[in-house]
């Protein structure tokens, strides 16, 4: 049987968590956070209120890394 194609989809990328997105940038969480509030990072959100996470595009964070690249 032959393989479906790979059908290259922002909702099929590849997501991480805040404490991986912290790691990865040698940031605190508190930064990310904060980052998050000033809609200066790409993420998506999960539920609501207490119970609810937020998810980071790979891509997406790289593109966002990139276009950051100089910057200060």
């Known amino acids: 049987m032959p ?3 790979r ?4 909702l099929l990328a590849t ?3 805040l ?3 912290s790691k ?6 508190k930064s990310i956070r904060r ?8 993420a998506f959100y999960l539920g609501e209120g ?6 980071f595009s790979a891509e997406a964070l790289d593109a966002w890394l990139l276009s ?3 910057s200060t």
């Open 3 to 5: 393989s479906s194609p």
């Open 7 to 10: 059908v290259h989809s922002p």
């Open 15 to 17: 997501f991480v968590t």
């Open 19 to 21: 404490a991986q997105v």
């Open 24 to 29: 990865r940038l040698s940031a605190s969480r």
């Open 35 to 42: 980052w998050l509030s000033a809609a200066d990072i790409p």
């Open 50 to 55: 207490k119970n609810g996470s937020v998810r």
């Open 68 to 70: 950051r690249k100089g």
